[in-house]
């Protein structure tokens, strides 16, 4: 059974400086990774997806994250903050499948990124 | 637009009173789930859909029914509802894999 681990439930920044959000999984067979930002008081939007190919993938909003098969983590960062990135952000799993897909996610449990002036 | 619209938004309902929430999207996308979100416990999977009339089972499934009877709506049905599933609740969508497209989220209270 496939598993994530976001090591900080919480991670106090201050603006402009860099930031690294720590996401490591567990699975026994190949995984798709994935970030979501969720805002306050609204639903969750996709930063980034790791499915194949290079390991650092880039994703919206000047966020990207470096797949690293041997540590099995997937960590984001980005390398100056703005005080509108605060926000929770949660590392998903997904066990790779044919046809480059798989529906079934396992979601870590958020850490709340607060970005201070 | 392109959206995933649920309703309703807030519902405060007894035990063991059915109820329904209902997803809809507009981008004639295959794929769609559940999810619910509790504090501490980051969001958990309930049910997806990888297309009309497919359904399968997430990580917390108990409690709960499906149906995907059209592209566009995947209804969750709570036919006996219990405080433990007090919950904040989200539907998403995408055209293939990794949800992209979340809806508002259903705020749900059962006493």
């Known amino acids: 059974a496939q598993s994530v681990t976001q090591l900080d439930s919480q991670v106090p920044v201050f603006e402009e400086a860099p930031v690294e959000l720590r996401c490591n999984y567990s699975s026994s067979v190949s995984v798709y990774l994935f970030w979501y930002v969720q805002y306050p008081n609204q639903g969750l939007q996709l930063l980034l997806k790791?499915?194949?190919?290079?390991?650092l993938v880039k994703g919206i909003n000047g966020f990207e994250a470096e797949f690293n098969k041997s540590q099995t983590s997937f960590h984001l960062r980005k390398p100056s903050v703005h005080i509108s990135d605060t926000a929770e952000y949660f590392c998903?799993?997904?066990?790779?499948?044919?046809?480059?897909?798989?529906?079934?996610?396992?979601f870590g449990k958020g850490t709340l990124l607060t970005v201070n002036p | 637009e392109a959206q995933v619209t649920q309703n309703p938004r807030y519902l405060i309902t007894v035990t063991g009173k059915k109820l329904t929430v209902t997803c809809s999207q507009n981008m004639n996308h295959e794929y769609m789930s559940w999810y619910r979100q509790d504090p501490g416990l980051g969001l958990r999977q309930i049910y997806y859909s990888m297309n009309v009339e497919v359904t399968d089972k997430g990580d917390v499934p108990e409690g709960y029914k499906v149906s995907r009877k059209e592209k566009r709506n995947f209804p969750l049905i709570l036919e006996s509802p219990s405080p433990n599933q007090t919950s904040l609740y989200f539907c998403?969508?995408?055209?293939?894999?990794?949800?992209?497209?979340f809806g508002p989220g259903t705020r749900l209270t059962v006493l």
């Open positions: 998403a969508s995408s055209p293939r894999g990794a949800p992209q497209y």
């Open positions: 790791y499915l194949s190919g290079s390991t």
């Open positions: 998903a799993v997904s066990e790779g499948g044919s046809g480059g897909s798989n529906y079934k996610l396992t």
